[in-house]
């Protein structure tokens, strides 16, 4: 047995962790534990009191076998006394037992939040350490509701103790992470800003972690930590590597901090006192040059401490997004990494080029390591690093490139692991409709991909590629000529089939002239791959066969006597038998006229968000997939070849167009449009289903409502006879928050009130809203309030939809009102001179940054009320800028969470024709789109 | 940080920490899930791995694993750095620290680790102050010798 090491070795507990580790099976492990268990309970119970030695080596023994994974139901009683002891590691290990194993028993966390009050409240700085990682390790709500604002003026009194600062920073920060609704704010801010210049490293290390979480929510209240971090970091960097001594780490000083004070700095745009921004550039170009310098020691150490702070400098470079050189120093120091002999850089390095890449300063530069990228995904013997070089291939992907791109994440397909198909072939699917020039090639990349990994090609790649052959008529030729001869394969992927017959039953005129690939050959070919397929997809070719009778009635009574056979007439399948049944009567009773109506081709498809991407994102998370909005437009364009985008309109969720959803093919909005389209089996049902809607649709009268609230925040949002919705709101750069509250206006009861707020998928991306539910019972001429915090991550068009749902007396209650936050909600007013004006007017003159629309007048043209809606818009109301004095103009700037986007705005009122003129202008052109759609409403 | 587990080559479990709160059944769950993943790669890999939305940041040390879940913005290397410090802490405090040090004065090895981070976040990066506050607790117990069996993590273990 080996002897107790250093401390107040208990004896016993040795002897105890000994015998468990000598236990030869596991029955042996538990009939030990178990009648250790039994000798502590008898102790614990024994009329004998325990002293507080053994005490504590008996709550560290049930500590023991609780982290050996078995359940403890008994000790937390002698545990929450041992935290009044006097002696330190008696105490110690009462909050050790309490840290780990506490649960809600109400009456055990009064004495426990009693215990730790005493402590805090002791002045001895080692039991207020012990006391705080107790409220730091637990933070239940009920310790934050007891300490939330006692911490604080521990955090700032003057006579408090280094280490224990230290403590109580992180603790608050732990209980503002569980409940931030309790940790209020106030006087403390300023001075915990403060802490970042304390002399002690150990309380600016503590504090900046707090400082940065708390910036994060509160930027405005925050914001003098800038200006701080910036000259804490600058004498960090500039330091010898003795100056800092214990806090200087294999020759790097203080990198943890350095760290930490560039997180703090990512919560904020570049600093606008150019003597701080300069400063901090400094300081970037310091590190970076550093990266250049030899190596102060052989360590890994050393290079790991060096690059996390290089590499949270280039995070910080790409975050402000605003310095080229910067940002090209960063993409070459990061192609160097690419190359290096360690993967974890190599892995790191490709991780950061995928943020570079969404750079307009950097993009290109990105690209010029587009070989060595896919040299990566060729030669990497780490799975995890392969994924990297995918994503980043993705990331710089352009029209140049996407060929070549396509191609090498194909041929890598071909031997990718399984566990990173599914999201490769969502990606070349993505690229090779985003880039496709020539649909031809668009076409055979997708069968491509059915063809390598069938398997992992989701519904949404093939109905995507149907969905584009269809609205494409100079392809359709080409795809029904190229899935024909697919067909031929002795053995191809089901979803092949079902490309090709969807296409074949829709084009397979298209190729029939050529008498290789007539129509009974055709029809012939599908119908031999139809007995291995599953229901849903022969279901399909059942479509395709009577879309043949009327294309082709030469095949006509072939397919009649197909569809009049036992397998198929009595098939035990329902669906099988009933599309059986009908097809076989319309191609009997219809006549050749009524026949070619009902199996007319397609109509193109509406455009709307690919629903490749929509997955895409909802398997990645929004920060991987950078360029969506461009995708979008650009996606629009190339499909309907159209000139103009079309602009997702923020009604879709209203009217749904059920046509469209037919075959059940495209993204389902989840906004109330319906039943999801049922896949595979359903495919027809669709059509002559009717099925009743969950949520209701948008309230009459919603949508004015609505544009009420662009320019204001507080108000009436929905009333009817039994219920009204007020709302109240408050926004600071990409966050706000909104009250809403709900009134009940009878002197009845409601039951089962539930509000549910509805993101549509691509909204949800871009909007964060996170709300608590409600209690369930309103009582009669009762208001409940809901709070919702919001965060804007991207620019949106879609507004949330509040669905609620209750019982009134005996019936169910189902209303939906669109939610007024739209994107105008995140700006920030910007005041400058006219000359400042036109020329940033100038510099956005590329011609999808502006967006211009026309009207008329809806409200009587007064120049007063027009200048409070658009400063209740947001932007500020720019005043003798305007040479023409009738005009107003604004400037502003839209803050979301990845980006800032600086708006300027004109409005030209024209007081004869009772029109107005009003031109947007912004860094983006979907912020441009949506800004003008809102604004074009208000007057 | 979201947490931090040691486990053996043999997958036993040596200590967790966790950083938010989650269910028992949750803690096991994510346990068993990640000590297979990390176990299951090959000694020259990277030390990240995207896992669920966290990145996993590990290494081995002896016979022993040091795996931290992180999230979406946080540096990897630092993090990497920061089981290094909690390791040299260990060694300096047991001296040649070896896995046979943690299974029998688990306590201690929870006591470092909550000086050196808290709530997730790094408290004390200076090793003389967080042993500092550590030995606080020794400083009336005289030190007894160890003698294990064990490879230490750094060096060699002194024969005493």
């Known amino acids: 047995m080996p002897a107790v090491s250093k401390g107040d070795g208990m004896r016993g507990l040795a002897v105890f962790i000994s015998d468990i580790r000598n236990c030869k099976s596991k029955e042996a492990e538990i009939k030990r534990i178990n009648k250790e268990l039994a000798n502590i309970r008898s102790k614990f119970k024994g009329d004998k009191a ?8 008996y709550v560290c023994k ?18 929450v006394n041992l935290l009044s002891s006097n002696r330190y590691t008696e105490k110690q290990i009462g909050y050790l037992f309490i840290s780990v194993l506490v649960n809600s028993n109400s009456e055990l966390i009064r004495l426990i939040n009693n215990a730790i009050k005493n402590d805090l409240a002791s002045r001895n700085p080692t039991f207020m350490g012990l006391a705080l990682h107790c409220i730091a390790n637990v933070g239940s709500r009920e310790m934050a509701e007891a300490f939330a604002g006692e911490i604080p003026k ?155 702070v290089l590499f949270e400098a280039i995070s910080l470079i790409i975050h402000h997004d605003s310095e080229p050189n910067l940002l090209v120093r960063a993409c070459n120091q990061l192609g160097q990494f690419l190359q290096h002999r360690e993967t974890n850089l190599r892995y790191l390095a490709l991780e950061s080029m995928c943020t570079l ?6 993009h290109e530069a990105v690209k010029t390591h587009i070989e060595t990228v896919i040299n990566a995904l060729k030669t990497e013997r780490d799975v995890s690093v392969r994924q990297r070089a995918v994503d980043l291939l993705y990331a710089m992907c352009d029209r ?13 397909l071909e031997t990718a692991d399984y566990s990173i198909r599914e999201e490769i072939v969502l990606k070349v699917a993505i690229l090779a409709e985003k880039y496709a020039v020539d649909y031809t090639w668009y076409v055979d990349t997708i069968l491509n991909l059915i063809r390598i990994a069938g398997d992992y090609v989701s519904e949404e790649v093939w109905y995507r590629v149907i969905q584009i052959v269809i609205n494409r008529d100079d392809v359709q030729g080409y795809a029904a000529k190229t899935v024909f001869e697919a067909l031929q394969a002795p053995a191809c992927h089901e979803n092949l089939v079902k490309v090709g017959g969807y296409i074949l039953g829709e084009f397979g005129n298209l190729i029939a002239g050529d008498p290789r690939s007539s129509p009974l050959i055709q029809f012939n070919l599908l119908h031999s791959k139809f007995h291995l397929c599953s229901v849903p997809t022969r279901a399909l070719l059942l479509s395709t066969y009577i879309k043949f009778v009327n294309l082709f009635p030469e095949v006509k009574a072939t397919i009649q006597d197909v569809l009049r056979s036992d397998s198929q007439l009595k ?295 027009t200048k409070a809606k658009i400063i209740g818009f947001g932007s500020a109301l720019l005043e003798e800028v305007d040479p023409n004095p009738a005009n107003f103009v604004g400037a502003g700037i839209i803050h979301t969470k990845t980006t800032q986007i600086g708006c300027l705005l004109r409005l030209e009122p024209n007081l004869q024709a009772q029109m107005y003129r009003l031109t947007l202008r912004t860094s983006k052109d979907t912020v441009s789109q949506r800004l003008c759609e809102l604004l074009s409403e208000q007057f | 940080m979201q947490f931090m587990l040691l486990f053996s080559r043999q997958g036993k479990l040596r200590l967790q920490k966790w950083y938010v709160p989650l269910s028992d059944k949750e803690k096991k769950k994510i346990t068993r899930e990640l000590v297979q ?43 990497l750095e920061i089981i290094h410090r909690y390791v040299e802490l260990l060694d300096k405090y047991f001296g040649s620290v070896c896995e046979l040090d943690i299974i029998f004065n688990f306590e201690k090895a929870y006591f ?8 997730g976040e790094v408290q004390e990066t200076s090793k003389k102050n967080v042993l500092k506050a550590i030995e606080q607790a020794d400083l009336l117990q005289e030190k007894k010798q160890t003698m294990y069996h064990s490879k230490s993590f750094i060096g060699y273990k002194r024969a005493y």
């Open chain 1, 357 to 362: 890449a969404s750079s307009e300063f950097s």
């Open chain 1, 571 to 865: 098939n035990a399948d329902v669906e099988l038998q009933q599309r059986a049944v009908e097809y076989l009567r319309l191609s009997t009773v219809a006549s050749t006229d009524i026949l070619a109506t009902v199996l007319e081709e397609m109509p193109p498809f509406p455009e709307r968000e690919s629903s490749i991407l929509a997955k895409l994102k909802k398997k990645k998370g929004p920060s991987t997939v950078t360029d969506l909005e461009e995708s979008k437009r650009e996606r629009s364009i190339d499909v309907n070849g159209g000139p103009e985008p079309v602009p997702a309109s923020t009604s879709a969720a209203s009217t749904p167009s059920p046509s469209a959803d037919l075959l059940g093919l495209g993204a389902v909005p989840a906004a109330p449009t319906g039943p999801p389209p049922s896949s595979g089996g359903g495919l027809l049902v669709d059509v002559f289903s009717d099925s009743a809607s969950a949520v209701a649709p948008l309230a009459p009268g919603s949508e004015d409502n609505f544009a009420r609230f662009v320019c204001k925040n507080n108000g009436v949002l929905f009333e009817n006879q039994l219920l009204q919705i007020g709302l109240k709101s408050e926004f600071r750069q990409n966050l706000g928050r909104m009250f809403i509250f709900y009134g009940n206006k009878t002197s009845t009861q409601f039951l089962n009130f539930t509000p549910t707020l509805i993101c549509a998928d691509d909204l949800q991306a871009n909007l964060n809203l996170q709300t608590k539910p409600v209690d369930p019972t309103v009582d009669g001429g009762a208001q409940v309030q809901q709070v919702v915090n919001i965060e804007c991550v991207s620019d949106f068009t879609e507004a949330p939809v509040l669905n609620i749902q209750f019982r009134y007396g005996g019936t169910f209650q189902n209303v939906s009102v669109k939610l007024p936050i739209t994107l105008n909600k995140f700006f920030q007013p910007t005041e400058m001179a006219s000359q400042d004006f036109f020329q940033r007017w100038k510099q956005l003159s590329n011609p999808q940054q502006e967006v211009q629309n026309i009207f008329k007048a809806k409200h009587p043209m007064d120049t007063e009320i």
């Open chain 1, 62 to 79: 049930l500590l023991f076998i609780f982290l050996l994974g078995h359940d403890i139901d008994f000790g937390h009683m002698e545990a």
């Open chain 2, 37 to 79: 993943t990390v176990l299951a790669r090959k000694p020259k890999m990277c030390s990240f791995l995207e896992w669920r939305d966290l990145k996993i940041v590990y290494k081995r040390y002896a016979s022993l694993y040091f795996c931290c879940a992180i999230e979406d913005q946080d540096n990897e290397l630092i993090t």
């Open chain 1, 400 to 412: 140049s490139n996407a060929q070549q791109i396509v191609a090498e994440m194909l041929s890598y």
């Open chain 2, 112 to 119: 470092i680790l909550d000086e050196f981070l808290l709530g």
């Open chain 1, 154 to 308: 521990i955090l700032v009194a003057g006579d408090t103790m280094d280490s224990v600062k230290q403590s109580a920073a992180l603790c608050l920060l732990r209980l503002y992470r569980t409940s931030p609704d309790l940790v209020p704010m106030g006087d403390w801010t300023s001075r915990v800003v403060h802490l970042l210049n304390d002399q002690h490293l150990g309380v600016v290390t503590a504090a900046t972690s707090l400082i940065t979480t708390l910036a994060q929510k509160n930027p405005e209240e925050f914001k003098t930590s800038v200006s701080l971090a910036v000259s804490r970091l600058s004498r960090i960097v500039t330091s010898a590597s003795t100056d800092l001594q214990d806090y200087t780490y294999y020759f790097v000083p203080a990198p943890w901090l350095s760290v930490k004070l560039l997180r703090l700095l990512q919560c904020y745009p570049p600093p606008e006192d150019p003597a701080v921004r300069g400063r901090l550039t400094e300081c970037l170009e310091t590190i970076l040059n550093k990266a250049q310098e030899p190596p102060k020691s052989k360590k890994v150490q050393h290079s790991n401490a060096k690059n996390a």
């Open chain 1, 50 to 57: 325990l002293d507080g030695y053994s005490k504590k080596k």
